[in-house]
């Protein structure tokens, strides 16, 4: 199973996107036009380990809602992601059981090779 996490709204999602070539098979989900459920972040943590390796402290409203000057746990990082979208790191990258959260080079390539070998 490949699902994919994205922002069809953002230049950077939409370009990995294109270098990863997900094929018919892969889920694609917006999560601007289709709401992460809570089930589905609960699904994330599980495979990455913590809600913080899923946050993305460059949305522009983590400085705007003052969040920078908070001391976060799991539980706020959870509320905020299923709270606003833009709080979730992109694109997040799901192939089988392994998870790949944002755009670092080296993980897309790492998603790419994990995508290649489920299509084997």
């Known amino acids: 199973m490949i699902k994919i996490y994205h922002l ?46 899923l946050f993305s402290r460059i949305a522009m409203k983590y400085r705007s809602m003052g969040l920078a000057d908070k001391n976060l746990g799991e ?12 709080f979730l790191k992109r694109p997040v990258i799901i192939v089988n059981d392994q998870i790949f959260i944002g755009n670092s080079p080296k993980n897309i390539a790492a998603a790419k090779t994990a995508m290649k070998q489920h299509a084997g």
């Open 8 to 53: 069809g709204t953002c230049s950077t999602c939409q370009r990995i996107l294109k270098e990863l070539r997900p094929g018919p098979k892969a889920v694609l989900q917006d999560i601007k036009t289709e709401q992460i459920t809570p089930a589905q972040l609960d699904e994330m943590k599980k495979l990455s380990g913590s809600y913080e390796s």
């Open 75 to 86: 539980k706020d990082y959870r509320k905020y992601i299923l709270q606003e979208y833009t």
